[in-house]
């Protein structure tokens, strides 16, 4: 069965450290991956996704994530943390053999970054 | 830049009551989805729709619920008798050309359904 797991209810970071929030995940073939930020009271906005190719990818707002196929993780990282990256972070995955869209969710990692 | 909206931002029903949420997906998408959060819980995946069919529900898609792309532009939600515990946020989605399930969904602001 396909599942995300965020191992981080929480993560707290001060403003200017490196940051990461985990992500690793189970699907029966190859992962479609992605990073969504939910601020308070609003939508979830798509920072970034993995398809193929480099395993490094870049998306919105600074934010990167590295696909790592052998531990099956696709952590969230990000040199030098914004107070304003404060949200939440929810990873999410497709499988490639499923051939409906459904993205199955993460629970969700609240990142808070204190000045 | 193009972008998912939702009516109404938020609506507040009474038990057994209809209530139909309503979406406007990017013009040029054809995958449409519903999904749901209860509040401080994870998204639940409700249904995907193409080709004015259902292609993929959940188990929380029960026969309460029920999707409609009644025009070109409009994609709807409609819960026939609400229940206390559908109070959530409903986000609305789409993603683009057919065939690239890599494709990012967009999601609207959603639309927080609370049933009294």
């Known amino acids: 069965a396909q599942s995300v797991a965020q191992p981080e209810d929480q993560v707290n970071v001060a403003e200017g450290n490196p940051l990461t929030v985990k992500c690793t995940y189970s699907v029966s073939g190859n992962p479609y991956l992605f990073w969504y930020v939910q601020y308070p009271n609003r939508g979830l906005q798509f920072l970034l996704k993995?398809?193929?190719?480099d395993n490094l990818v870049k998306g919105s707002y600074g934010f990167e994530a590295e696909f790592n196929k052998s531990q099956t993780s696709f952590h969230l990282k990000k040199p030098s943390a914004l107070v304003s990256d404060s949200a939440l972070y929810f990873c999410?995955?497709?499988?490639?053999?499923?051939?409906?869209?459904?993205?199955?969710w993460g629970a969700g990692t609240k990142l808070i970054i204190k000045p | 830049e193009p972008e998912v909206t939702q009516t109404p931002s938020h609506q507040v029903t009474q038990m057994g009551q209809e209530v139909i949420l309503r979406c406007v997906p990017i013009?040029?998408?054809?995958?449409f989805y519903w999904y749901r959060q209860i509040l401080g819980q994870k998204v639940e995946f409700l249904v995907s729709f193409y080709n004015n069919e259902i292609s993929e529900k959940s188990e929380i898609f029960d026969d309460q619920f029920s999707v409609e792309r009644p025009d070109g532009s409009n994609f709807t939600l409609k819960i026939r008798s609400t229940k206390l515990e559908d109070s959530a946020m409903y986000f609305c989605?789409?993603?683009?050309?057919?065939?690239?399930?890599?494709?990012?969904?967009?999601f609207g602001p959603g639309t927080r359904l609370t049933v009294t």
């Open positions: 989605a789409s993603s683009g050309p057919a065939g690239l399930g890599g494709n990012e969904q967009y």
């Open positions: 999410a995955v497709r499988d490639l053999m499923d051939s409906n869209y459904q993205l199955i």
């Open positions: 993995y398809i193929t190719g």
């Open positions: 013009s040029n998408h054809l995958y």
